[in-house]
């Protein structure tokens, strides 16, 4: 359903692109797109999100969240993603896959984001797709899990969507906008692997 095609970029880093929309590592040229994009989008992000920092939109928090990203993708234990539109490379989220786990369990979690003004045009859905195609094809994983809030039926919809099915419920899971919140837990099984 989802094409898949890995690019380099003038800068050289690896990409995702799919029919509308492509996904790139985050760089520090990134900075003022992300910043305006959930600076705009604040009011519809906190409610399913962790405490915002008082920095959190910072130059410097920016900075210290790309090494950190740099060292995780280096040690494969995640690969965040920025999603853009093809046709305009605008910023429109963002999704990772992390907390890889080799070894016997060959899984990992995925997260994800998009700004208030561009839900419920599919991008997620693709974004979602690639992802996961990507996972399964060139990481050889066997199951991602992606976790949310049970009144987030939106975020529930599109898992549900892309194939992954309801497991069960993960008690007060995450610290989500200050307070612990149960998550309904989601998961796709890659049939591929043996």
């Known amino acids: 359903m989802f094409a898949i095609g890995f690019l380099e970029n003038v800068r050289g880093t690896h990409v995702l692109e ?11 040229s ?6 305006q994009l959930r600076r705009e989008s604040r009011e519809f992000l906190q409610p399913w999100e962790p405490t915002w920092h008082r920095n959190d939109l910072g130059r410097y ?4 969240r790309i090494k950190s990203n740099q060292r995780d993708i280096k040690q494969g234990r995640s690969l965040p993603y920025l999603i853009f539109s093809q046709d305009q490379e605008q910023l429109l989220g963002g ?4 907390h890889i786990r080799r070894g016997v369990s060959q899984s990992a979690q995925i997260g994800y984001w998009l700004g208030e003004g561009h839900v419920r045009r599919g991008y997620m859905r693709e974004a979602l797709g690639l992802l996961a195609n990507h996972a399964f094809t060139r990481c050889g994983l066997h199951r991602l899990e992606a976790a949310c809030i049970p009144e987030n039926v939106r975020s529930s919809r599109l898992l549900q969507a892309c194939d992954f099915h309801q497991e069960g419920t993960l008690r007060s899971y995450l610290k989500i906008n200050g307070v612990w919140r149960d998550h309904i837990l989601y998961a796709r099984i890659n049939q591929n692997v043996i």
């Open 95 to 98: 999704i990772t896959l992390g």
């Open 30 to 35: 990134d900075h003022e797109a992300w910043s």
């Open 61 to 64: 928090a920016f900075r210290e």
């Open 18 to 28: 799919g029919e509308r929309i492509f996904l790139r590592h985050p760089q520090f």
